[in-house]
């Protein structure tokens, strides 16, 4: 019974050990990252930052070359959302949490399509790229969600948690099965992001009146 509870503690101290120091920090500035953007903390953005500028490397170097290109816009989107919540506001205030509208879904909708064609054939083409048109897929919709969350729209974690439930297959195909572990993390803590956001938006309406 002890051997089998040992097993997971086993697995991660092998995990972290068979690790290198910038993946280490990758992790931990990615863990503390989405813990501060779950609680609507603007220092979230420039642990996020750090976090997917190792990421970009270890992924570049695994040939998932649109999930190479996806960290990138990460570190440029995240100091856009670092900005946003802090002055993005009415009168440059801190932004609210608040719901996408229709015109603003079809828009971004008809991008992530024209986008994600293009990209999945020349991943697959002349990338030579891993699951190319899944790694296509989800660079589509993790850039889309990542601009709505730097915007603070609540719709952001639905896309999350899509995105990172795909992550976690992809990773683990590719036998980064401590990376797959971390998207499984991520996905819970998209779900508990939408849960808490939900939750602020509604106060706002109900603090000022409004219909939810």
Known sequence: MLDIAMEPINFIITFINSMGLGERVSIATGLIYIVLSVRQNALCWPFGIVSVAIWMVVVFQGKLYSDAFLQFIYVVLGFYGWHQWLRGGKDHEPLKVRKIDLKLSLRLAAIGLITFIPLGYISENYL??????????????????????????????????TADAMYIVIYYLKGWTGYS?????????????????????KADRVQQCQPA
């Open 128 to 161: 030579g790229a891993s699951f190319p048109w899944w790694d296509a897929l989800t660079t589509v919709i993790s850039l889309i969600a990542q601009y709505l969350l730097a915007k603070k729209y609540l719709e952001n974690w639905i896309l999350w948690i």
């Open 181 to 201: 572990g971390l998207m499984t993390v991520y996905t819970v803590m998209a779900i508990i992001g939408f849960a808490g956001w939900l939750k602020s938006y």
